[in-house]
T-cell receptor
Framework: AQKVTQAQTEISVVEKEDVTLDCVYE???????LFWYKQPPSGELVFLIR??????QNEISGRYSWNFQKSTSSFNFTITASQVVDSAVYFC????????????FGGGTRVLVKP | KAGVTQTPRYLIKTRGQQVTLSCSPI?????VSWYQQTPGQGLQFLFE???????NKGNFPGRFSGRQFSNSRSEMNVSTLELGDSALYLC??????????????FGPGTRLLVL
């Protein structure tokens, strides 16, 4: 069975600090997809990034960056120069190619950015 | 393009009643998945529909059911409500069937409170 672990339940930072969210996953599949979603207080899950298991290239998008390391089964997410609007719960998720559209989510990390 | 819409946004029911939640996917999306989010269990997959057929089902009792219409809109039903069914129910849509693992885009959710 697959599993996603986000060991950090809550992180509190002051605006403009960098924050890194850890995600460790377990799956026996060789082909799978990893995702990060953001859930602001409104409740809607906002898609941030999708990665397949064959693409270990790290990615930067504005203040967001992702570090995918297959050797350690990790898919970490960094917010650079955090802003108050980044306050939300962030979820890491995995889909096995044999499991249709079933996303397996981690427990989430609540990020609180203080002004 | 309009996002995923869910109705109603909030619902209060009593134990033993039944409830129907509705989801309209993004225009052109044909796959709809449902998830339950609770503080204790986190985000859990309920089921997935594509072309009016249930393609995948999570580990939930038979009281939870769903369907998809020819216009890709979906409904989920929970019968004989229990206190533990209180949750945020999220609907997600994606372009194709689950075996393509395309990105799922989520609606704002329906918050159900069972008294």
């Amino acid at each position: 069975a697959q599993k996603v672990t986000q060991a950090q339940t809550e992180i509190s930072v002051v605006e403009k600090e960098d924050v890194t969210l850890d995600c460790v996953y377990e799956t026996r599949d060789t082909t799978y997809y990893l995702f990060w979603y953001k859930q602001p207080p409104s409740g809607e899950l906002v898609f941030l990034i999708r990665r397949n298991s064959f693409d270990e290239q790290n990615e930067i998008s504005g203040r967001y960056s992702w570090n995918f390391q297959k050797s350690t089964s990790s898919f970490n997410f960094t917010i650079t120069a955090s802003q108050v609007v980044d306050s939300a719960v962030y979820f890491c998720a995995l889909i096995r190619t044999a499991a249709g559209n079933k996303l397996t989510f981690g427990g989430g990390t609540r990020v609180l950015v203080k002004p | 393009k309009a996002g995923v819409t869910q109705t109603p946004r909030y619902l209060i029911k009593t134990r033993g009643q039944q409830v129907t939640l509705s989801c309209s996917p993004i225009s052109g999306h044909r796959s709809v998945s449902w998830y339950q989010q609770t503080p204790g269990q986190g985000l859990q997959f309920l089921f997935e529909y594509f072309s009016e057929t249930q393609r995948n089902k999570g580990n939930f009792p038979g009281r939870f059911s769903g369907r998809q219409f020819s216009n890709s809109r979906s409904e989920m039903n929970v019968s004989t409500l229990e206190l533990g069914d209180s949750a945020l129910y999220l609907c997600a849509s994606s372009l194709g069937p689950g075996d393509t693992q395309e990105t799922q885009y989520f609606g704002p959710g329906t918050r159900l409170l069972v008294l």
